[in-house]
């Protein structure tokens, strides 16, 4: 695996060192982690959603945690103590899990909903007033310009 060094670009920049740790962390695997599927979709201009597919799992077995622009959802299973059941085939996942998603600047958590088996988890981007572009009126400079003239030397 080959590995980036942004350390001379550090020298010309201030403020992007969370943009090349997230950029450094690209080129590590996911530890194979694929359990449990999720989708990201764009739900409107500022909005998008998170889907995943966590089956078996209620509303209080799983936790969602949003802290410095990451969002993390784990879930964990009840201990079940039914001894009288004997599975041939299990192919329904009840392991635990923890998925962290890394949130861009100013997005936020609005809201989740379990709905079949699908944990929604709904975000907004929030851009604040003064972050955003405005347009900055040109003043038309006075028509009476000074104009400077060199008086000659005798």
Known sequence: MRHVDFSPLYRSTVGFDRLFT???SLAQ????QTYPPYNIERTAEDAYRISMAVAG?????ISIEAHRNV?????????EQSDDRQFLHRGIASRAFERRFQLADHVEVVGAELKNGLLHID???NIPEE???RRIEISA???????????SVN
Do not use: C, H
Request: hydrophobic share 30%; net charge negative; aromatic share 2%.
């Open 57 to 61: 799992f209620s509303e209080t077995e």
């Open 71 to 79: 969002l993390t959802v784990k879930g964990e299973k009840a201990e």
């Open 141 to 151: 400079s006075p028509s009476s310009a000074k104009q400077i003239e060199a008086q």
């Open 22 to 24: 997230m950029l450094d």
């Open 131 to 133: 972050m955003k572009p």
């Open 29 to 32: 695997p996911e530890n194979g």
């Open 123 to 125: 975000l907004k981007r």
